[in-house]
C-alpha cells in the first residue's frame, strides 16, 4: 500500500465525551449565580439543556403559586450565554487545544455579555422542574442573537420564552 495517506486514528469516544464533559461543568460551575438558582446543564451531542430543579426559594407568588418572573428570567438568560458560550468553545475544545481543568471563575474566555434581553412570559411557572433550551438565530464575529424556549411538563406548551442580543468577546 505504498502512496496511501495514514489518517490519525481518531481519539476514543470516552476521551471525547470526558473533554466535553468537563468543559461543561467547569462553564456551568464558573456561574456562581447559577449555582445559587440549582440551574444544571444537560448535553446530549452537541444540544444543551438547562434545568432549573424546582425549590421553595423560587416562588414568587405563593399565593398561585409561582415562579417568580425574575427566576424565569435569569433562568433563560444563563441558557442563553451558557449556549453561546458552548458554541464558541466547541473548536477549541473539540481540537484538544482549550484544556477544561484551566476554565474557572476567573478564566472564562467566552462569556458574551447581554445587551438585551426580552422575555415572553406565556402563563405562570409552576412549583415543579423547569427547562430550557436556546437557538442562536445568528451568530457573527461581534454579536449574536438567541431565542430561548422553556417549559415545564411538556416540551409543546412553553411558560416563557425570550429573545436576546449578546456582544461576543473578541478571542
Partial sequence: ??????????????????????????????????????????????????????????????????????????FLETAAVIELSWVSLWEDMESGKLDPGTLGPDNLPYLPKTIDFSIDYLRSGLPRDAYARARIVRQGRRYASVHVEAWQDNRNKLYAQATGHFLMPQK
Fill in 1 to 74: 500500500m505504498s502512496g496511501s495517506v495514514k489518517r490519525p486514528r481518531p481519539e476514543p469516544v470516552e476521551v471525547v465525551k470526558k473533554r466535553r464533559d468537563a468543559t461543561l461543568s467547569a462553564l456551568v460551575g464558573s456561574v456562581p449565580y447559577l449555582t445559587f438558582l440549582g440551574i444544571t446543564v444537560e448535553r446530549h451531542g452537541d444540544e444543551l439543556t438547562a434545568v432549573l430543579p424546582f425549590s421553595d426559594k423560587l416562588i414568587g407568588n405563593p399565593l398561585l403559586p409561582a415562579i417568580h418572573g425574575g427566576v424565569t428570567a435569569a
